[in-house]
């Protein structure tokens, strides 16, 4: 079976690549000539554990194809993926501009019989949209079908995440567009992966409660941390024991800083303007941005409270992206962090295994560290904000030596605080004392 992959962000080059490691053709196509161009030398142009090395394997054994002609692309393949992106609008809503501009652009160059995925997290409603658009677009009267097939890759996992996902949701209202994507996720089969086959609206639905429930999760145990600072209470046990209820799992109860990235902000605000179009108002969800947006806040209260002020202060920072393993800093706690103790007249210096690059292009005022301890040089406080594992063994001897301060604020509760302060060390956490 041929496949085409429309957009070769995130989620279209990992789908690709790994219908490509499936045993499947696939050619992915995108508008910007450098990326392909990088691609076809195996360049992957973001970082994903994994990923660089599958693309060259699958491009080297000729299955994996990139190119700039969608028109070639979409007609060598039976099922034909969109997976660009849809960033926020001012408002919230998700912007469907470039599903819109996909959708007319396959429907001009159409020649037969297509199966058209969406596979870019949408809002419901937007199949029935793509089906509108490539009818209009038709040169004649030629067969095809829509399908929501959403995602559910987690950067920094997402090769496994396809590989051994937890289930497969296909939307569709055709048998023959069923059989066709049942037949595609056949080798899912094998290790007894769940498929929830089910009508499109559905699945587009799916996508955006799963986030909102994660995101809710977070928010959730970020206000018992704060309520355990109040009373004295350790969130770690409050949380533990929470997580050996089966009903309430052990998963998304890490206090911290807030969630970031590129799904759970965008995809609850996004949620929350499709209740309000039917004129529901989501207050669950709406509440958990709302104790999000204010966890950041408290962050930089927390900073400028154990140093007693931000003015003249240097603070090191430790992480940038929005989690461990990805170059992704997208909404990322620690560029609100950062902005905020820059207003307020502090110097920063920061470090992160990956993700430099990308800060530097949005926050150019911050000094860029060589390591670790390097970003430790002169610094009044050190704020550890993403929890890369090479960020849970420091040398804190060392750090002794480097900072001019001895303040620690482990926005991730990695470090044990008898430990620091027997080092010597002014150590906060979140919902711990």
Not at 122 to 134: D, F, H, K, S
Not at 187 to 214: D, G, S, W
Not at 289 to 297: C, L, P, S, T, W
Not at 394 to 416: E, F
Request: with cysteine; hydrophobic share 40%.
């Amino acid at each position: 079976m041929n496949i085409c992959v429309v957009g070769v962000g995130y989620v279209g080059l990992v789908t690709g690549t790994c219908f490509a490691e499936f045993g499947v053709d696939v050619a992915l196509v995108d508008k910007d000539e450098d990326r392909i161009a990088s691609l076809k030398d195996g360049r992957v142009p973001f970082f994903e554990p994994g990923l660089e090395e599958l693309v060259r394997k699958n491009t080297r054994e000729g299955r994996l194809t990139f190119t700039t002609d969608l028109g070639q692309a979409v007609n060598d393949a039976l099922v034909l993926f969109i997976c660009v992106g849809t960033p926020s609008s001012p408002d919230g809503e998700a912007d469907l501009q470039y599903v819109r501009e996909v959708a007319a652009d396959i429907g001009r160059t159409m020649r037969g019989y297509k199966v058209v995925v969406t596979k870019s997290t949408v809002p419901v409603g937007t199949a029935e949209l793509v089906r509108g658009i490539i009818r209009e677009q038709l040169a004649g009267d030629i067969p095809f079908d829509v399908a929501s097939n959403p995602e559910f890759l987690r950067e920094g996992a997402a090769v496994e995440d396809f590989m051994r996902p937890n289930r497969v949701v296909v939307g569709t209202d055709s048998a023959q567009a069923q059989a066709i994507l049942k037949d595609l996720y056949r080798p899912l089969y094998l290790i007894e992966t769940p498929v929830v086959m089910t009508n499109i609206p559905t699945a587009e639905m799916i996508k955006y409660a799963a986030n909102a429930f994660l995101a809710t999760k977070i928010s959730f145990i970020n206000e018992i941390a704060n309520l355990c600072e109040y009373y004295g209470a350790d969130v770690h046990h409050v949380a533990k024991a929470m997580g050996l209820d089966h009903r309430i799992g052990g998963k998304f109860l890490h206090p911290g800083p807030g969630f970031g990235g590129s799904c759970f902000p965008k995809d609850t605000r996004a949620l929350v303007r499709l209740a309000e179009r039917r004129g529901y108002d989501l207050q669950i969800v709406r509440a958990a941005i709302e104790v999000n947006e204010r966890q950041g806040h408290r962050m930089v209260k927390k900073i400028e409270t154990a140093l007693g002020g931000l003015d003249g202060r240097t603070v090191a920072v430790l992480g940038l992206t929005f989690k461990p393993n990805t170059d992704d800093i997208r909404e990322a706690p620690a560029l609100f962090i950062i902005r905020e103790l820059l207003a307020r007249g502090a110097r920063v210096r920061a470090f992160d295994p990956v993700g430099m690059d990308n800060a530097r292009a949005v926050l150019p005022e911050v000094v860029y560290a060589q390591d670790t301890y390097d970003a430790a040089e002169g610094a009044d406080a050190l704020v550890l904000v993403t929890e890369w594992n090479q960020f849970r063994n420091i040398q804190w001897d060392r750090m002794t030596g480097r900072m001019k301060g001895r303040v620690v604020l482990d926005l991730r509760n990695i470090y044990d605080p008898e430990r620091l302060r027997e080092k010597g060390f002014t150590y906060y956490s979140v919902g711990r004392l």
